[in-house]
């Protein structure tokens, strides 16, 4: 069966570190790729996606991530984060075809003010 | 533009209960979701319906049903809640089903 894993399940960091979230999808043909984001009491939105093209992507508040297709990646990066990015952030993959998406575990990232 | 609506915002429930919760979208989008949120676990696919008129399941079904009766409402009932049920269950809705999926603000449920 197709998953998603993210290799984090809590990150802290102080205000300018640089971020980096690991996301990995077993899945050997074509795919969409999510980054999501909930923040403390609020609902998920997105972060940024990837279908096709520059596999680096960029997205709301200064992320980006990058797709490596012979590593089956798609990690995320900040390279400054402030005390607002602290939120849970998943990664999700949707197979072309498909009306699944598969979400990872989350990783729930903590930034000291 | 509302986007995603979910009631109740939380319930307790008593096991054996039935219960629905409810998912209204006004963005006429064609396809709609439901998830569950668990600690560890991520969020999981319930059941998902592509278009009005059909339904299909997802990773973690059993005990769960959903009717899609129009493009706008997408409930989502349990038919006898056990307490392994105690989630935080988000709607989602999609215009295509590998589009970005917008969610619902959650029903944060409880079974005792």
């Known amino acids: 069966a197709q998953s998603v894993s993210q290799h984090n399940h809590h990150v802290i960091l102080s205000e300018a570190a640089s971020l980096e979230l690991g996301c990995n999808y077993s899945?050997?043909?074509?795919?969409?790729l999510f980054w999501y984001v909930q923040y403390p009491g609020q609902h998920l939105q997105l972060l940024l996606k990837?279908?096709?093209?520059?596999?680096l992507v960029k997205g709301i508040k200064g992320f980006e991530a990058e797709f490596i297709k012979s590593k089956f990646s798609f990690n995320l990066r900040k390279p400054s984060v402030q005390w607002s990015d602290t939120a849970e952030y998943f990664c999700?993959?949707?197979?072309?075809?498909?009306?699944?998406?598969?979400f990872g575990a989350g990783t729930r990232l903590f930034v000291k003010a | 533009i509302a986007g995603i609506t979910q009631a109740p915002t939380s319930q307790i429930l008593a096991a054996g209960r039935r219960m629905t919760l409810r998912c209204t979208q006004d963005?006429?989008?064609?396809?709609m979701y439901w998830y569950r949120q668990d600690l560890g676990l991520g969020l999981r696919l319930i059941h998902y319906?592509?278009?009005?008129?059909?339904?299909g399941k997802g990773e973690v079904p059993d005990g769960y049903s959903v009717s899609r009766a129009n493009t706008d409402d997408f409930p989502l009932t349990l038919a006898s809640a056990v307490p392994s049920q105690t989630s935080v269950y988000f709607c989602?809705?999609?215009?295509?089903?590998?589009?970005?999926?917008?969610f619902g603000p959650g029903t944060r449920l409880t079974v005792l």
């Open positions: 963005m006429r989008h064609n396809a």
């Open positions: 999700a993959v949707n197979l072309p075809g498909g009306f699944k998406t598969i």
């Open positions: 899945y050997g043909g074509t795919v969409n």
């Open positions: 319906s592509n278009t009005a008129g059909t339904t």
């Open positions: 990837y279908f096709s093209g520059d596999p």
């Open positions: 989602a809705s999609s215009e295509g089903h590998t589009d970005t999926q917008y």
